[in-house]
């Protein structure tokens, strides 16, 4: 079965940086890969998603990368302000009409943006 | 995104009731909706995946009989914990997905349940 790590755990940076949240994943027939922002105690927001047929997406200051053939994608987020301070996590799943669109999730990434 | 809610955002109960928690997709229709588990500081742990009008499909190592789901309607499925107990402890989200290429999956606020 599909199996996400995701890295690092936790992230710290200064107001006005850039943060970068990195996941690799397993099964090469994952297609769809989603980015989820969490503050405490609310469920998972999502924020961006890409599909396997696009290498980069942006919105704002978020952006993401897809390298299929190496089976790793990334997020971006650039100027970084106290109100982007959460767990992030990242999640794969295979959504072809066959299957239910089950996603698997990385552990999460606990960032902290400084003031 | 679809707007999903949760009943109850909160809920304490006694070791051996039982407790039902309500997931509602309230601008879309979801044929398919999930159930996660989630400890303190942990990631998101899927326990189900519930299909309206059919049987729930329960991950490995989750107990059918002890979380009753029940998926009646498009916009309503019912996650039941019989019998708790202060192991059942967590945090449980559910989730509606969207029909279409992405099946795109929009998460409710959660429901802390606190088993004494």
């Known amino acids: 079965g599909e199996n996400v790590e995701q890295h690092p755990s936790t992230l710290s940076v200064q107001e006005g940086d850039s943060a970068v949240i990195k996941c690799t994943y397993s099964?090469?027939?994952?297609?769809?890969f989603p980015w989820y922002k969490q503050e405490l105690g609310k469920g998972p927001q999502l924020i961006i998603d890409?599909?396997?047929?696009?290498g980069e997406k942006k919105d704002q200051r978020i952006a993401v990368t897809l390298n299929k053939t190496a089976k790793h994608f990334s997020l971006h987020i650039t100027e970084t302000q106290p109100e982007d301070s959460a767990v992030y996590f990242c999640?794969?799943?295979?959504?072809?009409?066959?299957?239910?669109?089950?996603?698997?999730f990385g552990q999460g990434t606990t960032l902290q943006v400084k003031p | 995104g679809a707007v999903v809610s949760q009943h109850p955002s909160r809920v304490i109960c006694k070791s051996g009731t039982s407790v039902k928690i309500e997931c509602r997709s309230l601008?879309?229709?979801?044929?398919?909706m999930f159930w996660y588990r989630q400890f303190p500081k942990k990631s998101l742990m899927l326990m189900a995946t519930s299909n309206e009008g059919s049987k729930a499909t329960y991950e490995q190592g989750v107990e059918k009989d002890k979380f009753l789901i029940n998926h009646a309607s498009l916009t309503l499925s019912t996650l039941t914990v019989t019998s708790a107990h202060p192991e059942d402890s967590s945090f449980y989200i559910c989730?509606?997905?969207?029909?279409?290429?992405?099946?795109?999956?929009?998460f409710g606020p959660g429901t802390r349940l606190l088993v004494l």
């Open positions: 999640a794969a799943s295979e959504t072809g009409s066959s299957n239910t669109g089950k996603l698997i």
């Open positions: 601008d879309f229709q979801a044929t398919t």
């Open positions: 099964d090469s027939a994952s297609n769809y």
């Open positions: 890409i599909r396997s047929n696009v």
């Open positions: 989730s509606v997905s969207i029909a279409g290429g992405k099946k795109t999956q929009y």
